[in-house]
Structures are given as C-alpha cells and as structure tokens.
C-alpha cells in the first residue's frame, strides 16, 4: 500500500512533512524528481531525508529492504546518483530468484558462495541456475521502528540457514542519517570550498545473534555485506587505494575471469588501484584485508562527480568470509572492499548496465545476544573540478588527472 512519502527536513529538528516540497523542475529521466514521480507512480512507498537548504536529499524505499534508491546533491532537477532499475519496477512482476531492484546502498548478507553461502542449498552445484537470494534481503521489507530529527531506523528478525544446514536466528537493525557539511568536513578531514554541491548520509548495519548458540566459523559466520549501484559512464573510474605497507595479494581480479589489463591498473607508486567503468565488460575486482584501507571510490569526468565511500576497517584479528561460489581453500580468506562493471553476459543479455562499489564487514562471530555493526557513509560532491582537486589531493595523494587519464 502506497503511504505518502515522508520528509525528513534536517534544518527543522524532527518535523515531519507530509507533502513533497514543490519544485519548478522539468521531470526528465535522469534526475532525481523523475525517481521520486516514478514511485510515486507506482504506488510504492518512499522516505526521503532533505538536508536545511533542500538541495541534499535522500530517497528511501522501506519495503526493499531500507534500500537507499538514489541521492542528489542540486534537489530536484538535480542528477540521481544510484542506479534504479525503472523496467523492471514497473513491470510489477516478482522473480522467485532476485529481483534487481537497483538502489545506490542495499543491504545483503555475506558469503555468496562456498559452503557457508547463504544463496544455495546444500548439496547443489554452485551455479547461476542454483542461485536464489533470501527473501528477507530480496522481497520483505524492512519496517521502521524509529524516527529520529535527522534519521530513520529500520529493523526485522529472520532465520536463515546456510549451504552447510547450519541455522542462524538474526535482527537485522539499519540507520541512516542525513550528514550535514561539518560532519562531512570532520570525517574526510577536508574543507568543502565554494563552488560545490555535497550530499552524504551514514548507515549503521547491525546483525544480532537472536539464537541460543554462539556463531562460530565451524557452522559459518554471515557478514553484512553493502553494495551500492550507480550509473556508468565512458568517463568514470573507480578508485582504490590500498595498503602498500600491508601482505598477501593486492588484488583479486578473477571472479568472472581475469580482468584485461586495459582495464585494472594498479599503480604500485601510489598505492592506488584504477579500474574502467563503463558498463561494457561484466568484471569484478576484490581488495583483501591485508591491503584493505578504509576509503574508495569514483570520478566521473563529465559530470565532475565524484563519490565517495567510507566505513568501519576494524583492528586485530578478523575473519571476512570469502564469497566466491564453489568449493573453497579458505572460506574466510574473502575481500573488505569490491567493485564490479557490468556488461553483457555470455548469452548476450545485460542487466543494467551499472556499477557498484560494496564495502563487507568481518564475519559476525557472535555469542546470544551479542552484535556486530558495520558503518558506512557515502558521500557525493559535484561541481568545479578545482575544488575536487583539492579534496583529491588531500585524501588520495594525487590529482585528478592520475584518475581521469588512466583509460
């Protein structure tokens, strides 16, 4: 049922708005009003979080999942940063399988594959027509249980079991608040000049063990697992810098074959990984802990985008559990950081095209009661590339041009 889309106005402590503010914008496809038409179109609820002066803005589904659909930096006739997937919404239909939403942050649980996966049941050839995401992360919704001056919190309880049969009982709990420019200045350490439009929220990801057992690496561990979808372009390249002082393999490029060089560089000078996107070449790459650094992301040249994510790198010994499918060396030898460049599949078929960059949390190793939480924050700041400059510089160590030059 459709309830009418709720605003969360951060200028105004915790009022509440029960009508969109008007906006004398054209409603074209690619910005962020046209989103918010969409699905309002389709009759599906929406929470939005509108930073003071309107122009940052948040939009929320709660039925997929407290999914964080899209954002914008400039208001409505602003651009629409994540990736949604129109055809299908509109279609109405429901795939017993996954259903490809879109959305620029979802919440998924690890590992995918491997004898701890949760998206195959046991004893079943870990292949694409094997695959099934969990209801709870693909078709049930997350209610909300909260609302705070700047935030909205969602939670549910589910139990899954894994390929190996073993049985979790879990609450999952999910906020996200609306950061407003200082808070974004402190946590990247930068000053946002003139010139730039900025919008940014934080998640806060909680997994708690609801059972009467303690979750142990032999029965599995789940991990939170965040993946946002945004648009490609010829003109975009993610970024990732990583630990030049760390150990083991800097990257991992072969989860659906070895990426082609023109397409992965990694600079050993810099300590920074490149990879091309644009929506043409099915590829995914993983960072693993022992590079890990707790910042990545991506420019797009043409739109002088560029978005950032951060998020919670733990200290001492952890376990990320790995999620490549099949049979498996070490099941928690998995990536902290992943990006992946869609394109068409060997039969032809496309599902975007988007791109994502996921960021995953320690394996839960939890006793009952006990919780682990997995924090991110996604920032967008757009507008004249002498500011970005400045920003890039400060955070990566390099210009603009070691980004945009790559490919």
């Known amino acids: 049922m459709k309830i009418s889309n709720i605003i969360i106005c951060a200028g105004i402590c915790g009022l509440l708005c029960s009508c969109r503010t008007p906006e004398n914008t054209k409603e074209m496809s690619g910005t962020y009003q046209y989103d918010v038409d969409f699905f309002e179109s389709q009759k599906i609820e929406t929470l939005e979080l509108v ?6 803005r948040v939009l929320i589904v709660p039925d997929y999942q407290a999914r964080v659909m899209t954002s914008t930096a400039s208001g409505g006739s602003g651009d629409s940063y994540g990736w949604i997937n129109h055809k299908w919404i509109a279609s109405g239909k429901l795939s017993s399988q996954f259903n490809p939403f879109g959305g620029e942050e979802r919440f998924w649980l690890g590992p995918e594959g491997g004898k701890f996966s949760w998206y195959f049941e046991p004893g079943v050839e870990q292949v694409y027509s094997n695959w099934k995401v969990p209801a709870v992360i693909d078709t049930e919704g997350f209610p909300l249980i909260e609302r705070g001056p700047r935030s909205f919190t969602f939670g549910r309880k589910a139990t899954l079991k894994n390929a190996s049969g073993t049985e979790f009982r879990m609450e999952i709990q ?5 950061l407003n420019q200082s808070q974004m200045e402190a946590s990247l350490g930068v000053k946002l000049g003139a010139g730039l439009k900025t919008v940014a929220y934080q998640t806060e990801n909680t997994l708690v063990n609801r059972g009467e057992k303690a979750w142990s690496r032999e029965g599995g561990l789940p991990s939170i697992w965040l993946l946002g979808m945004f648009n490609p372009s010829k003109t975009t ?6 630990n030049k002082a ?5 990257v991992n490029d072969e989860y ?25 070449y099915r590829s995914k790459i993983g960072l693993p802990l022992g590079r890990a650094l707790e910042i990545c992301g991506s420019y797009d040249s043409e739109k002088k985008l560029l978005t950032l994510l951060k998020y919670t790198l733990p200290e001492g010994e952890v376990h990320y559990v790995n999620g490549q499918w099949g049979e498996q060396e070490d099941p928690f030898n998995g990536d902290v950081i992943n990006s992946y460049n869609d394109g068409p599949t060997d039969d032809g078929t496309i599902m975007g095209p988007f791109y994502e960059v996921e960021t995953s949390s320690p394996g839960a190793e939890l006793k009952p009661g006990e919780s682990l939480t997995h924090t991110q924050q996604v920032f967008h700041i757009q507008g004249e590339e002498a500011a970005i400059e400045e920003i890039v510089r400060k955070l990566l160590g390099v210009g603009l041009k070691n980004i945009t030059g790559r490919f």
């Open 256 to 280: 659906f074959g070895k990426v082609p060089a023109e397409r992965l560089i990694v600079d050993e000078t810099e300590g920074i990984i490149y990879f091309k996107i644009d929506g043409e």
């Open 237 to 242: 390249t993610v970024f990732i810098p990583y």
């Open 246 to 250: 760390g150990s083991g393999k800097i």
């Open 51 to 56: 930073g003071e002066n309107g122009q940052a």
């Open 174 to 178: 999910r906020r996200i608040s609306l």
